[in-house]
């Protein structure tokens, strides 16, 4: 930690405290048992942690049912979707392994090698023999999920792929923009869900409800391009669809140019509302998660969305750098989103308000947005109402029959009444005693009261007595000092 985040933290102490409550009192809700672990299972989670740090976390508490079928399910994709992204890879090359790549999970042995040598994630491809052993030892049904969405998600990639060779705008319409974060992300929140459902450990009627699905995966990935936008661009890849930035720029480069950062400000706030569409949905979802692994599995990586939305929204630094919250942000996120979903709840309420104050009337989308967080607000509101019912309903009746003056005849009123009476004869007991003492203390020194008291019952004024004072002074005056 260097002396600037020293200096951070000591501002934002808040945050320090959040990070201290997760890393000290933080207890997983389920422990793995690294003694009963395979090699070649503990291999595989040494390439968890090292593909992501953060989301290798979340993971490793799962229950057990899901611990290894997730684990390896994450690793496939990750590992897929590092060929997809190696730009040194040629096209001929690539497609074909992005489409067949469900083929490579359940072949012994098999590995890849032809990473560039800058690629992060080389190493878990060049060790993908190590998933393969341990995906062969799934339960059928939990192979068989694995294997169908690797195979659909391949195929979309490869399809995009082909396109973004020949074409430098990946998506045009919002609808193809759907689509791509469909294939990228929608069918990992099928694949999971199947998976929870599977497993006993989430509510059956998700399975019925694939929008809900979907929705969990499109608000991640979306949130994802915007805060990426930067990054991307560098690497010449666009995922912003040019049906949205078309309407404020005429080429998409512009939209980095300092002079328009104004309408590249709007452009980004139009994608910040498009992923907000995704939000109450993903709060209908985790109200079906019955187990508390899953459902902190589930929670945290959607709270941290709702907030990356938020510092991202209108925030001109997207258009040059790639932006983050910070780790005391995260680690209060997590506290709260492990905790049920009251609190989940109350995290997006949040930062949906801090969105709505940040809005402008000078973006063309404002009043879309402030819609689009009122629906969020209102959402919650149906599920977890501020004010309710029942007690509204009882303190009518309450009134209407008359109860109020019962309420007062509640023997807790009156004993707390009779408190009060006591506390006030007390206070007045001590004034007197101490006034009693400093009248005594003061006639013991000398003190004439009775020459005072006769005074007043004269009427003699402050005036003459200071006439009196002024006299004696004169009598007593020493001139030779």
Partial sequence: MGAGDILYYLIHHQELRSIIQWKVWHNAVHERDEAKEAPSLKACFELLEKTSRSFSAVILELHHELLVPVSIFYLCLRGMDTIEDDMTLPLDRKIPLLRNFYTFVTKEGWSFDESGPDEKDRLLLVNFHLVVEEFKKLKPEYQDIIADITRTMGNGMADYASSAEHNANIV???????????YVAGLVGNGLTRLFVQSGLANPALLDRPHLQESMGLFLQKTNIIRDVRED???????????????????????????????????????????????????????????????????????MAMATLELVFRNPAVFRKNVKISK??????????????????????????????????????????????????????????????????????QI??????????????????????????????????????????????????????????????????????????????????
């Fill in 400 to 481: 209407s029959a008359g109860e109020t003056r019962q309420i007062e005849k509640d023997p807790r009123a009156e004993e707390a009444r009779k408190d009060t009476i006591l506390m006030l004869v007390a206070v007045m007991a001590m004034l007197l005693t101490l006034s009693c003492i400093m009248i005594g203390v003061a006639y013991l020194c000398g003190a004439r009261f009775d020459i005072a008291i006769s005074d007043l019952t004269r009427g003699k004024t402050s005036h003459e007595a200071e006439e009196a004072v002024q006299s004696v002074n004169q009598k007593y005056e020493h001139k030779e000092l």
């Fill in 328 to 397: 005391g942000q995260a680690c209060q996120i997590m506290v709260e989103s492990t905790q049920n979903l009251r609190m989940v709840c109350a995290v997006f309420r949040r930062f949906a308000r801090k969105i709505h104050k940040k809005n402008t009337p000078k973006d063309p989308n404002f009043l879309k947005i402030s819609i689009a967080c009122a629906k969020i607000e209102q959402f919650i509101e149906s599920i977890f109402p501020s004010q309710d019912p029942k007690v509204l309903t009882q303190q009518q009746q």
């Fill in 233 to 303: 661009f560098d690497e010449k890849r666009r995922f912003w669809p040019k049906e949205i930035w078309s309407k404020y720029v005429t080429n998409f480069e512009d939209l980095f140019e300092p002079g328009n950062i104004d309408v590249a400000l709007n452009c980004s706030s139009n994608m910040v509302l498009n992923s907000l569409s995704h939000a109450d949905e993903c709060i209908f979802y985790l109200a079906g998660l019955k187990e508390q692994s899953v459902f902190n599995f589930a929670a945290i990586p959607q709270s």
């Fill in 172 to 182: 045009n319409t919002v609808k193809e923009y759907d689509l791509y974060c469909h």
